[in-house]
Structures are given as C-alpha cells and as structure tokens.
RNA sequence: GGUCGGUUGGCCGAGUGGCUAGGCAGUGGUCUGCAAAACCAUCUACGGCGGUUCAAAUCCGCCACCGACCUCCA
C-alpha cells in the first residue's frame, strides 16, 4: 500500500504518483456548477469528491489553491447556433434579470455546500466576470491560427488543431469516428466542420446577455471559461483538474484544445473524473428529471423517499463508495447509512472520555492499532479511497468500543498508541472525511432537561419502578431521544 | 452504430493473482429489571462458458445483461 499519495489520472489512465509542479503548492480547479437552476444530488456528489481532495491536500500540508467556478453565461441550450444562454432563457421564464437568477441559484447552491459541509474554494470566480479574459483568449486561438470568424461568430478548428496536436487525447476518441457517428445538427453551415464548436457566439438585441467584442455584440462559447479561468488563477499549467465523468467529452477535451491552442501547453497535469450519481440504476440529471434536491432529502420531501436524511448521512453514505465509481441511492442504503454512520460517531464520543490507565502492554492489540491507524493515510493515498479508510476506521471503533466493554478505561496499549488512536479517528472523521458532528436546536438547554429527566427515571429504577422508568423511556424515544442504560451505570441519550 | 465502464454474499459496497474489506440485515451468545447500545461467535460471494497459471473475483477470449458518453449536464 501506499505511503505517498497515488491519483488515478483520466488523461493517463494510470494510478500515478502525485508530484505538484510547484510543491508545496498544489493548484486544484474544479468545474462549477451552472447557476440557472438548484443544485440537485448529483451535483453535490461531485463537488463532495473534490472536496475530499482538497481536505486531504490540505491534511498532507500542501498549500492548495482551490478554484471553481460559477458558470453564469455560456452554456447553449438547445444546438449550437439556434440555442440560447441557458442564463437567458431561464430569466424569460421566470420574468427575472438574468443576474437575479444567477444570484438566487448561487445562494441556494452555497446553502447546500455549507449544509453539506463542503469547504469554500479559494477562489470562485464568475464567468461574466471574466468576458475580457475570454476574448483574449479567442484572440490567441485566433491569431495561431486555430480559429476562424463567420458572421460574428467564433469557431474553433478542430480538424486543423490535430493536425498538430491530439484531439481526443482525453476522452478517447478518434476524430474520423465523430465525424461519421456524430449526430447531424441542424444550421450548422457557419462551420466548416461539425466537430468544431464555438469559443465566441453572435448574438443580436434579442439576446438580453451580450458583449462587445472585436466580432460583434455577443457572448463567450460553452467551454472557454474554465480554461480562461483556471489559467488566469492558476497558470497556463496546473496540478489537478476535476469533474464528473459527463464533462469529460466534449467539455474537458475542448478545454485542453483551446488552452494549448491558445499558449501551447498542456493545462493540466492530472485530470480527474468523478462518477455520477444514480436513482433507481439512471444517473440523475436535470436534463431526465429525475433529479432529487438535497433540501428534499434532508426534509423527506419527496414521494420517493420514506424519511428525512441528514447532510451526514448522505455525506457519509457518499463516501462509502469510491469517488470514480457509480452510486445508486436508495432509501435502504440511506437507512444502513444512517445506523453505520452513528456507529462511527458514537465510538468518537467514547474516545474522547475513555480514561488511560498505564498497565501491561498487550502486544497484539498495540500492533493491531498502529496498523488500523496507519491504514487510515495508506487508504486515502491509494487514490482517495474513501471507502477503504472508512473501513480501518470501523475497526478503530470496535477497538474503542472493546475498551469501553471491558472496564470502561483505556488499557493495555501505550500512551503514546492511545493517544495516535484518538488523534487518528477524530482526525479523519472530522477533518479529512469532513463527517461533522449533527445537532438539532440548543443543545446546552437539551442537555439540562435530559439530565433532569434521566435523573428522575434513576431515581424510579432505584426504586424498582419500572413504570415510571419506561414510561419516561418510552415517551423520550416518541420524541425520537434514546436512552441508553450503558453497562459502567451511565445513563446517555442520543438523537436518533 | 461508435467509444468507455460495470456485473461481488439477503442488501449496499471495497478489492487487479495466493492473505477476513467494511457497513446494514439475519442467527446464536454475553450484558441488562426489561430494552437499547456495545462486545464475541456465525453466515462468507465474486454474471455464464472456455483459456493462461502451481494458484484467478483479480489476467486473456467469447457470450449474456446493465449503464455512461457520443447533444447541455457534476
């Protein structure tokens, strides 16, 4: 196993080891989302897996600056020349300004990283923010020679671009295949090609999101942003480039066109790719409508789930599965997420009480726990294996749990490996798999009435008065508060 | 049609040549006034057929089924 970091690498598709450009700094861009609607599960499974990189990036002391991006303009809704700013049209449906929707749909998607507890990046920069940037760049695609102008529209030449360089490089395609099996879109006679796209489009008043620029009035082109972006914050070569897997064609691969187009380089050094999300076997998209909205999720808001879920459920049960591979949600698995999930949570809170006690070193189990915690780091460095370290970290909970079975105190193991073992498992639960502690409302005033209640019902079952004693159990877990009679004598409660 | 990926025990889900993944559920036990939690034990599979190998879930071939991408999508 791994002792220094290993990135499965799409463009490669090999596992590599990670070697930043520029350590100690490491640049990550991620592609964002497109504000023209709510975020759906989906989209928080990818931004979570990215997450996940930039937490553990930050853990091995990498000074990481963390891109992504907004993407406010640019994305064609239907073909590529009748099509309309995805921004655009949706402002006409619902009567807004466009920068009213990218606001509302820009809240709502912080809302749910900050519920999600997914961190911030460095950087989040908007597309319209950066319209000068991107005509510069169709400037420099222009001027090598890999770009051509009809009608105030900019296309770029992917027929020229692999003569000299490899189109397709990233996703595998061969471009005499596209050019046969593509499907046949209509108005497409301003290009030369039908595998060219546009990096600049013409847009007349009609349009309500337009810009000046050297060809016209218009707007910038799907995939231009991210590499205007990502080079602007990050240089014309940066370490990591993430996305889902849906991005990768024609997305990703136009990116790398237009950025070696442009300056001559290759963007990026690893490219990654997340796997999608699924319901019921199909993936969920907006485009399917299929999609379930974590606000839906954490209210149980939807016909097709049995209960609410917490924003660490779906977290944790995210992570479960490794970050490259499909998920299929399902209320079961949301279910077994939700007791696993407790169980790890609980062993974290026992830890933190247990009382060291030195005594005779038992060797195995001192081995034992060395290893549990060194495969914690191991795991995540084998490609960010997030499944693999939440299972070495089951099996600190079963250690934690035997000492707390067995006197109630922590023996038998050095100081020094009881306190790797605390460190270890707070660590990784709180910081690098970013599973945070859940509350629900004041705390500090919950606390004071449970005492009293637990108190009264000790008192009952000091007296062999059962009644009573169930009677407060019962009605407690009617409000969905479990008592638990703990074999050291204490009385605890939990949320369930 | 083209390209790529998947098919693992009751369910979810790791795993690329030999060593128990893990979780949830189930079963038996310990503990408990009873529960709950926890612990111990148990159940232990790799789509089908063929091949390579001392050894295959893991490599190769064929077949079946499922999915993604090829058009905006995380």
Redesign the pocket.
């Known amino acids: 196993m791994p002792d220094q970091l290993h990135i499965y690498n799409s463009l490669t ?1 090999k596992k590599e080891l990670f070697e930043p450009l520029n350590p100690p700094h490491v640049g990550l861009y ?5 504000v023209y609607s709510d ?9 979570l897996s990215f997450d996940i990189v930039y937490r553990y990036l930050c853990h091995l002391g990498y000074k990481v600056r963390y891109v992504r991006n907004i ?1 406010d303009v640019g ?6 020349d009748e ?1 309309e700013d ?1 921004i655009a049209k949706k402002a006409r449906l619902e009567a807004l300004e466009p920068m009213e929707i990218v606001q509302k749909y820009t809240n709502g998607f912080h809302k749910i990283m900050r519920l999600m507890n997914i961190i911030d990046p460095s950087i989040e920069p908007q597309a319209t923010g950066h319209i000068i940037d991107q005509i510069e760049m169709v400037k420099r695609i222009i001027d090598n020679g890999f770009a051509y102008e009809v009608n105030g529209s900019v296309y770029f030449d992917v027929e020229k671009y692999s003569q000299q360089y490899h189109y397709g490089e990233l ?4 471009i005499e ?2 050019q ?4 046949d ?1 209509d108005s497409q006679d301003e290009k030369r090609n ?2 060219d ?1 546009a990096i600049w489009k013409n847009a007349d008043a009609s349009h309500i999101m337009r810009w000046p620029s050297p060809w016209g009035d218009g707007f910038p082109g ?2 231009l942003e991210c590499s205007v972006m990502s080079t602007k914050y990050l240089g014309k070569t940066f370490d990591i480039h ?10 990703h691969e136009c990116e790398i066109a237009q950025s070696v187009a442009a300056d001559g380089t290759a963007p990026v050094k690893y490219w990654m ?6 319901f019921e ?8 409508g299929n ?1 379930i909205l974590p606000e839906e999720m954490i209210n149980g808001d939807s016909p097709l789930l049995d209960k609410p879920y917490s924003p660490m459920t779906i977290r944790f ?1 995210m992570l ?3 970050y ?5 949600f ?1 209320n ?2 949301l ?3 939700e ?5 790890l949570t ?2 974290l809170k026992t830890v933190e009480k247990l009382p060291f006690v030195e005594g005779k070193i038992d060797e195995e189990k001192e081995t034992t726990i060395k290893a549990l915690c060194h495969e914690c780091s191991e ?1 995540m460095n ?2 960010f ?1 997030t ?2 370290t ?6 600190l ?2 250690q ?3 000492f ?3 006197g109630g105190k922590v023996t038998g193991i050095s100081n020094d490996t009881f306190e790797l073992l605390k460190s270890t498992y707070a660590t990784f639960i709180l910081e690098v798999l970013g599973l945070k502690e859940e509350s629900t409302g004041d705390q500090s005033v919950l606390n004071d009435v449970m005492s009293i209640l637990i108190d009264i ?1 000790n008192t009952a ?1 000091a007296q ?1 008065d ?1 009644a009573t ?2 009677t407060i ?1 019962n009605r407690l877990s009617e409000a969905n508060i ?6 050291d004598g204490q ?1 605890t409660f939990e949320i ?1």
């Open positions: 598709r991620v592609c964002g989302p497109t975020v759906h599960l989906g989209n928080v499974r990818s931004f993407t994305h064609l809704v239907d073909d590529a099509g995805k996703s595998g395609r061969v295949d596209m046969e099996s593509g499907r879109l039908k595998i796209f799907w995939h993430g996305g889902g897997m849906d991005l990768k064609f024609p997305h790719h997340g796997g999608m999300l699924n076997g199909k993936k969920m998209s907006k485009s399917l999609s049960l479960q599965t490794h490259a591979s499909e998920i299929d399902s079961k698995a279910q077994d997420a007791k696993a999930l407790r169980r609980n062993a795991h084998d490609d294996n499944a693999k939440i299972a070495a970290l089951f099996g909970a079963t934690i749990n035997t707390k079975d067995a019902r079952r062999k059962w004693s169930d159990r479990i008592i638990n009679d703990n074999k009385t369930g």
